[in-house]
C-alpha cells in the first residue's frame, strides 16, 4: 500500500506491563524508522532498519525496548517493563532505498502509548 | 543547544497571507532537507524535500536552502484555514543509507478566515 500502517492506534497499560507496537511500511521501501514523540513536538529517533537489518539503534533504551522487521511481517516495536515516562506516541515511518532519488520519509499515523 | 532550532510560534496570519517558516541548524554534514505539516493527533504530512543548497517548488509551497548560513525556509503563498497546523522541518546527514531525521520542534502556525 501508499501508507505507513500502524497498529493499534491507542495502548493503555499499567505499569510494569509489556507493551507492543506494529508497523508495515510502504510496499518496495526498504527503511524503517521509529521515533518518539513526547512533550508535544519533539520527535526523539529510537532505531532504524535497513530491510530486516538494524540500521542505526543509537537513540534505543536498551535496557527495555527491542525491535524487530522480519521478513513478511510488519515491523514491532516492544517495550518491557513499561514505565510511566514511555507514555508518548511512537511514530514508525518509511523510505526508499538510497539509489532512489524520492527520499521523503512518510510517516504512520502513530500509536499513543498511555501508561497508567 | 539543539541542531536544530525553529521558533515554535504560534505564528497567526490572516487567510491570503504569505507566510515565511524558518530553521537554522549547526551541523555542517546535514544534506537532506523535508518539511512536514503535523494536524493535531495526527502523524506528521511530509510536505517539501529538498537535497543541498537551492529552491524548490510545488503549487503554494516554496522551500528554500541555504547552505552557507544553515537556514532553511518554507513559504506558503495564499494561506488558507486549513494551512493551520504544526510545520516541522527535519534534516539528514548524507552519508551512506537513509539517516535518521533531526527535527526542529515545530512552529504552530494559524490562519484567521
Known amino acids: 500500500g501508499e501508507e505507513v500502517a500502524q497498529t493499534p492506534k491507542h495502548l493503555v497499560r499499567g505499569e510494569g506491563q509489556k507493551a507492543k507496537l506494529y508497523c508495515a511500511p510502504i510496499?518496495?521501501?526498504?527503511?524503517v524508522f521509529w521515533y518518539q514523540q513526547v512533550l508535544k513536538n519533539e520527535f526523539k529517533f529510537l532505531i532504524s532498519f535497513q530491510n530486516e537489518n538494524v540500521f542505526d539503534e543509537t537513540g534505543m533504551p536498551k535496557e527495555r525496548f527491542s525491535a524487530k522487521c522480519l521478513p513478511n511481517s510488519p515491523c514491532s516495536l516492544e517495550i518491557q517493563a513499561t514505565k510511566l515516562e514511555d507514555s508518548a506516541v511512537y511514530f514508525c515511518?518509511?523510505?526508499?532505498?538510497?539509489?532512489?532519488?524520492?527520499?521523503?520519509?512518510?510517516f504512520g499515523s502513530g500509536t499513543r502509548l498511555t501508561v497508567v | 543547544q539543539k541542531e536544530v532550532e525553529q521558533d515554535p510560534g504560534p505564528l497567526s496570519v490572516p487567510e491570503g497571507a504569505i507566510v515565511s517558516l524558518n530553521c537554522t541548524y549547526s551541523?555542517?554534514?546535514?544534506?537532506?532537507f523535508m518539511w512536514y505539516r503535523q494536524y493535531s493527533r495526527k502523524g506528521p504530512e511530509l510536505l517539501m524535500y529538498t537535497y543541498s543548497s537551492g529552491n524548490k517548488e510545488d503549487g503554494r509551497f516554496t522551500a528554500q536552502v541555504d547552505k552557507s548560513s544553515k537556514y532553511i525556509s518554507l513559504f506558503i503563498r495564499d494561506s488558507q484555514p486549513s494551512d493551520s497546523a504544526t510545520y516541522l522541518c527535519a534534516m539528514s546527514v548524507g552519508t551512506t543509507g537513509r539517516r535518521a531525521l533531526t527535527f526542529g520542534s515545530g512552529t504552530r502556525l494559524q490562519v484567521q478566515p
Open positions: 515511518a518509511s523510505s526508499q532505498p538510497e539509489d532512489r532519488d524520492d527520499y521523503g520519509y512518510t
Open positions: 551541523n555542517s554534514a546535514f544534506q537532506y
Open positions: 510496499k518496495g521501501h526498504s527503511y
